[in-house]
């Protein structure tokens, strides 16, 4: 979010092939084959993993337990986090993270000042600790300091922060420590979590947002705050969003992109104002998946080309610069999927893992604090 100052994350995981960088060749040959990655999550300073056997791996920040190792040493290399082998889905909030096991069990950790946990308390927590008794969760979305699940019954729960109605109830609720669920319908498909606005969408395709408006983040034509879901326009087509600091993204069944939103870096792919309703990123129709961030984008196409846009004070773009770009461009040749933020990382498909941009705090975990505008590749141990 990203977290993000204090800002909204959102994790997709993505598979690169001969990433590139700017149209050169990638900044380095593997070193080594790394085990595959099913899930990648990354926060304002720091970065979650889950390999496909299952075991856990954070690295980078690590002040308030979002590393999950029980202690608050930072790491610039990876460390596994316990011993279990079940981690499936994974993601990053500001100063904490949050994933879901193969049974269906939910687990933050880190910062907990406003409830984001979801554990009942506001104690920060150094090792993952379960949300609940739900062993249902099919996926959880953790922004600034709010959270939101959706569990396999269709039913939405959000927790946490909701000083501007991101919980979809009243702001005299400032926050909430355990899941309250989002009105009645059970009809929903997946959440995102920005700042302090959250969106989802309905397995009927359509998209629905609520909280914070001040930059038209929600969508909806307004730059006020509303505690109500509130559709976004009239598609039916949505496919997947995903929520920024104070913008956000969608891609729609027919592969056009959309983003709305705060602009001031170029992160939603033109070169306007902040926008209160979608406005589609270029005329290409051919995108698949897209992931915000800090004021960082970044999307996949259907030839599984990457592309990023945005703020890039730190080279999280990935395309060499340090230069903000307002239009998309490409970084890799070959790619399903990416997790940015102030740093970015992805996956080849030869299982290596590999990041870059902002690392004051050892967040690519190539062991230095170095910033990278070009793709590092991180080794996780065997």
Do not use: K
Not at 194 to 201: D, E, L, R, V
Not at 213 to 223: A, K, V
Not at 272 to 281: L, R, W
Not at 354 to 359: K, R, T, V
């Amino acid at each position: 979010m990203r977290r993000r100052t204090a800002r909204a994350l959102l994790v997709l995981v993505f598979t690169i092939t001969g990433l590139t960088t700017a149209g050169t060749a990638a900044s380095a040959a593997p070193v080594a084959a790394a085990p595959g990655v099913s899930g990648l999550a990354t926060g304002y300073g720091h970065t979650c993993a889950a390999r496909t056997d299952g075991s856990l791996w954070c690295w980078g920040s690590n002040g308030t337990g979002q590393l999950g190792i029980g202690s608050a040493a930072g790491a610039a290399t990876p460390v596994r986090v316990g011993s279990d082998t079940d981690w499936t889905t994974l993601d990053a909030g500001t100063s904490y993270t949050c994933g879901v096991r193969t049974g269906g069990t939910l687990w933050c950790w880190g910062s907990n000042n406003r409830g984001q946990l979801g554990d009942g308390t506001t104690t920060n927590r150094n090792v993952p600790t379960r949300v609940g008794t739900a062993s249902n969760w099919v996926s959880v979305s953790a922004g600034d300091s709010h959270t939101c699940g959706v569990r396999t019954d269709g039913t939405l729960w959000c927790w946490g922060f909701n000083r501007l109605g991101q919980l979809a109830t009243d702001s005299s609720t400032w926050y909430a420590t355990s899941p309250l669920q989002i009105g009645t319908a059970a009809g929903w498909a997946s959440v995102t979590t920005g700042f302090a606005h959250t969106c989802a969408i309905r397995t009927d395709g359509t998209l629905w947002c609520w909280g914070d408006s001040t930059t038209g983040q929600l969508g909806i034509g307004s730059l006020s705050y509303t505690i109500t879901p509130t559709q976004v326009g009239t598609a039916s087509n949505w496919t997947g969003v995903t929520a920024g600091y104070a913008y956000t993204c969608g891609v729609r069944s027919d592969g056009s992109l959309w983003c709305w939103g705060e602009n001031g870096y170029g992160q939603l792919g033109v070169n306007t104002a902040y926008q209160t309703t979608p406005i589609q990123v270029g005329t290409t129709t051919g995108w698949a998946t897209v992931n915000a961030s800090f004021n960082t984008t970044c999307a996949t196409r259907t030839d599984s080309t990457l592309w990023c846009w945005g703020n890039n004070m730190d080279g999280q773009v990935g395309d060499g610069t340090t230069t903000h770009r307002y239009a998309p461009v490409q970084v890799g040749t070959t790619t399903s999927g990416v997790a940015t933020g102030y740093h970015t990382c992805a996956t080849r498909t030869d299982g290596s893992l590999w990041c870059w941009g902002y690392n004051w705090a050892g967040q690519l975990g190539d062991g230095t604090t170095t910033n990278r505008s070009n793709p590092a590749q991180v080794v996780l141990p065997s």
